[in-house]
């Protein structure tokens, strides 16, 4: 049996002799060559025939090119349709993960949690949104808490002033604390001066 090569080459000496209807066989010999469905030796065998100057085998051949055309349509048609299944899948998928993310976000946000440092969050501890009580021997006393959710805080340092309504600072007080990843740290600032507090200054230092 010929090879595929011996077969290009044998085509491209006779297609410039070839007439008519039996330049089928050398087209069906391309595209038996480029199909992904392999190279019978019936099917050398007819292209052979064909390029003898067999018109009958021509016509066996032109028939058998033509479904195998189908064919390899066919399987392209299914492995595009394969591959739009799978982009549509993905994009559910990653819709899915946008709108939990969302839905993460807007539940921290309604619990009062801001970011206050990249992947550090804190909150006011308020009576609508309670943390656990620490020790505090001052006339006043404000708390907030900490979260190092998705990196270790390490040494903490914060600094509040203290307003009164007009906004006028009266006066400053500070904490520290450590905390590891995933931990969440109560700080609690104290002082004998009363008014609003705001944090001024947050420095989460890292673990070490």
Avoid: H
């Avoid at 290009?8 to 007439?19: E, H, I, K, S, V």
């Avoid at 020790?135 to 009164?164: E, L, P």
């Avoid at 600032?189 to 001024?200: D, E, L, W």
């Amino acid at each position: 049996m010929k090879t595929r090569t011996e077969l290009l080459n044998g085509a491209g000496r006779l297609w410039r002799n070839t007439p008519g209807e039996m330049k089928w066989g050398l087209v069906a010999l391309g595209a038996l060559v480029a199909m992904p469905f392999g190279f019978i030796a019936s099917e050398a065998q007819l292209v052979n025939s064909c390029n003898n100057g067999q018109l009958e085998a021509c016509r066996q051949v032109k028939a058998q090119s033509q479904i195998l055309n189908k064919q390899y349509l066919d399987q392209l048609a299914a492995e595009a349709q394969a591959e739009s299944r799978r982009r549509g899948e993905e994009a559910e998928r990653e819709q899915a993960a946008n709108r939990a993310a969302e839905e993460a976000r807007a539940k921290v946000a309604a619990e009062g949690w801001q970011e206050i440092e990249t992947g550090i969050l804190v909150r006011w501890c308020t009576d609508a949104q309670p943390c656990p009580e620490s020790d505090s021997f001052s006339d006043y006393t404000w708390r907030a808490m900490v979260w190092c959710r998705d990196r270790a805080c390490g040494d903490i340092y914060s600094r509040i002033n203290i307003s009164d309504p007009n906004g006028v600072v009266l006066g400053w007080t500070n904490d520290t604390a450590y905390g590891d990843i995933g931990q969440k740290v109560v700080l609690t600032f104290g002082s004998s001066t009363s008014g609003r507090a705001q944090i001024t200054e947050f420095i989460a230092r890292g673990a070490s």
